[in-house]
């Protein structure tokens, strides 16, 4: 079973940016999508936006379009995710999780979570 | 935007049945998963595509989808089901995908 293991803990300023990467462990990619999903310290899952690796096409949440930006290498089955604009908002444990889809289905599911990446933004 | 609401929380006494919501409009038309976080981890799909359990996922727990509601079940809760839940859409007018607001389950 492929594991996403994501890079180590950031600290920003607000103002700054920040990229947090994910690489496949154990596996690849393959066809499938990989989306990004944060959650700030005692609140829900926010979904940022998704890429699929095949053919680069990437969605984004509205609330982050011109903000964030995620990219993928499928040759070395690594994706990265880029938040600019740093505020203390965004202080939260990012996550880069794998869609899934079953066999007929028009839409995907997320059923590999990464290993989590904390983002603290603090001046 | 597309909102899915949740209750904040719902408690049960251990082996009974929980109930939880994820109201949105016209929700029966869209495909809804489910997801168990618990806490310092990352969350777990427990039903997918409205009413399959994916492999692991005990047979305690089913789902269901219609009009403007979609319900997550819990049949006789265990004091390991105490979790976040959340529930997931894919919103296709916007390309976007759609968390509820999430259900903290406490095991009385």
């Known amino acids: 079973q492929v594991q996403l293991v994501q890079s180590g803990a950031e600290v920003k300023k607000p103002g700054s940016s920040v990229k947090v990467s994910c690489k496949a462990s154990g596996g690849t990619f393959n066809n499938s999508a990989l989306s990004w999903v944060r959650q700030a310290p005692g609140q829900g899952l926010e979904w940022m936006g998704r890429i699929v690796p095949l053919t680069d096409v990437t969605n984004y949440a509205q609330k982050f379009q011109g903000r964030v930006t995620i990219i993928a290498d499928k040759f070395t089955d690594t994706a990265h995710m880029e938040l600019s604009s740093l505020r203390s908002e965004d202080s939260a444990l990012y996550y880069c999780?794998?869609?899934?889809?079953?066999?007929?289905?028009?839409?995907?599911?997320?059923?590999?979570w990464g290993t989590g990446t904390t983002v603290t933004v603090s001046s | 935007s597309y909102v899915l609401t949740q209750p904040p929380s719902v408690s049960v006494a251990p082996g009974q049945t929980a109930r939880l919501t994820c109201g949105g409009n016209n929700i029966g038309s869209k495909t809804v998963h489910w997801f168990q976080q618990k806490p310092g981890q990352a969350p777990v799909l427990v039903i997918y595509?409205?009413?399959d359990r994916p492999s692991g996922s005990p047979d305690r727990f089913s789902g269901s989808n219609s009009g403007n509601t979609a319900t997550l079940t819990i049949s006789r809760v265990e004091a390991g089901d105490e979790a976040d839940y959340f529930c997931q859409v894919w919103e296709s007018s916007s390309d976007e995908f759609v968390f509820g607001t999430g259900t903290k389950v406490t095991v009385l």
């Open positions: 595509y409205d009413s």
């Open positions: 999780v794998r869609e899934g889809v079953r066999l007929g289905e028009l839409y995907t599911y997320m059923d590999v």
